[in-house]
């Protein structure tokens, strides 16, 4: 892997009490790594590498759908007919559950056989993904910066299960950044790897420099933070008065 060659202090602003996860995918085996022992789900990891030193893992590590989203191996028939969620309750019939096969994000077949996890000042290489896990209000400044400079819209796709899926794959192979809520996806509920209520910020290495560059950039102080309530719908009032006098001049 290519050693790390982005600025990340900018986060060091936020005095996050959950580090910043870097998660890079790769054929070749990780050098200067401990490969993690078995026993945790894939979803867990974040939570494994928020609190102790770098590690990989690969296939026989995986404990769930880990190989299947990975690409690493085929899922098995009852899985892709629905029959789980059927039987956990989670969907009225397979049907509904099937259908969440069709979309589910994936790496292309046997192209990652392992996958590397630290945290944001361990992280020695460039992440694939990046993955926030914030309450909202310190999450405000992240996504304003999605897009202060170029004026794209958030993101937010998962589903009822395997949020993994979401919350690792999808950015990569999309390039999009995405979202989601602890507590809304049924195995990490299920698993209790975070209190409900957090922003999960999954940021692909596509987006990370423009996410930096306008941290760094945009003022953090803005005037809704301090004027509110009626004051700003007032101030809200005057300056679009002052606003429209000042087109009609031009």
Not at 9 to 31: A, N, Y
Not at 127 to 139: N, R
């Amino acid at each position: 892997m290519k050693p790390n060659n982005q600025d990340y202090s900018i986060f060091e602003k936020f005095k996050f009490d959950r580090r910043p996860v870097g998660v890079k995918f790769t054929g070749t085996k990780p050098e200067g790594f401990r490969r993690l022992k078995p026993g945790l789900f894939f979803c867990e990891m974040l939570k494994e590498a928020q609190n102790n030193p770098p590690f990989y893992v690969q296939q026989e590590d995986l404990q769930c759908v880990e190989s299947i989203v990975l690409g690493m191996a085929d899922p098995e028939p009852f899985i892709t007919a629905g029959l789980v969620g059927e039987a956990d309750d989670l969907f009225e019939e397979a049907r509904a559950n099937r259908k969440l096969y069709q979309f589910l994000p994936t790496m292309p077949k046997d192209s990652v056989q392992y996958v590397t996890f630290a945290g944001l000042d361990e992280m020695t290489f460039n992440p694939d993904v990046l993955v926030v896990t914030t309450p909202a209000e310190k999450a405000q400044p992240l996504m304003r910066a999605i897009g202060y400079s170029s004026g794209d819209m958030w993101n937010a796709k998962g589903t009822a299960a395997v949020a993994c899926s979401w919350m690792y794959i999808y950015p990569v192979i999309s390039g999009e950044i995405n979202f989601n809520i602890t507590g809304i996806s049924l195995g990490m509920q299920a698993l209790e790897v975070f209190p409900p209520g957090l922003i999960l910020l999954s940021i692909p290495w596509t987006k990370i420099p423009m996410i930096i560059h306008n941290l760094e950039t945009m003022s953090w102080d803005l005037i809704s933070h301090k004027v509110t309530g009626e004051a700003h719908k007032e101030r809200f009032k005057k300056l679009g008065a002052e606003l429209r006098q000042k087109m009609a001049k031009t």
